[in-house]
């Protein structure tokens, strides 16, 4: 955890060192806003016919991105670090 | 580095082993360095609230939250191990309440306004993978040149 700051209500929004965005109070458990990547980005492609990209990088995660709703749809703890990706 | 919310021509900075309380008279920045108890010097300075009072809250890399009394550089209260490892951030709610959250434990808590103790207690833990729901066929290049 890095940072805290108010929200809606008594809705705490908190940014973590790992680059990820969670909301939450003391009542509710905190979920995932956002999920970032730590390192590198070295790739990234695009579906050929869905809105969806993947990306991964030096971090070793691989992340398969909705482009519409802007979220994660998947993502993927890779035991190695990945540079290219197509579909 | 903050604005005193209500002490005009303030500023508080924070850092490495210090936290400094600015005044802004004229055109010079006169600097009053915060005096700390010799056992309560922490390494860092990590961040920096206020009370609806016009208290400077600041929390530290030992886990330690002070007090420190508007328009003073002396410590008024002293929260020893807030937190388990640094206090990365305070939040000082309009209600009064205190919020502070903990970099190692990755625990929030919520205190009453005077600080004295925790009222609730949650826990932010890094999210886990989200499992895919269908599978897509992917090429993926590594940097150990396989494919």
Redesign the interface.
């Known amino acids: 955890?890095?940072?805290?700051?108010?929200g809606r209500g008594s809705q705490?929004i908190?940014g973590?060192?790992?680059n990820?965005v969670?909301a939450?109070?003391?009542q509710l458990?905190?979920q995932?806003i956002v999920?970032g990547h730590t390192d590198e980005l070295w790739?990234l492609?695009t579906?050929p016919e869905q809105q969806q990209f993947?990306t991964?990088g030096?971090d070793k995660m691989?992340v398969?991105w909705d482009a519409l709703s802007k979220t994660?749809?998947?993502?993927?703890?890779?035991d190695?670090?990945?540079?290219?990706?197509?579909? | 580095m903050e604005f005193h919310p209500l002490d005009k021509n303030t500023i508080i900075s924070c850092g490495k082993s210090h936290i400094s309380f600015w005044a802004f008279e004229g055109c010079v920045l006169y600097k009053k360095l915060g005096i700390f108890d010799q056992r309560d010097k922490p390494k860092y300075v990590t961040c920096l609230a206020f009370t609806g009072t016009g208290d400077v809250l600041s929390g530290d890399s030992s886990g330690n939250v002070l007090i420190w009394a508007r328009g003073t550089n002396v410590v008024a209260k002293v929260i020893r191990g807030a937190h388990d490892g640094p206090v990365?951030?305070?939040?000082a709610?309009k209600d009064g309440e205190i919020?502070t959250?903990?970099?190692k434990d990755?625990r929030?808590l919520?205190w009453d306004p005077d600080l004295t103790k925790a009222e609730?207690?949650?826990v932010?833990?890094?999210?886990e993978?989200?499992?895919?729901?269908k599978s897509?066929?992917?090429?993926?290049?590594?940097?150990?040149n396989?494919l």
């Open positions: 955890m890095r940072v805290i700051t108010e705490l908190v973590t060192t790992k990820c969670l939450g109070s003391f458990p905190f995932l999920q790739g492609a579906h993947i991964g030096l691989l398969l994660a749809v998947w993502s993927l703890d890779f190695v670090c990945t540079q290219a990706k197509w579909f | 990365f951030s305070i939040l709610l919020i959250g903990g970099g990755g929030v919520k609730m207690e949650t932010v833990k890094n999210p993978s989200i499992h895919a729901q897509i066929p992917v090429l993926i290049n590594t940097v150990y396989t």
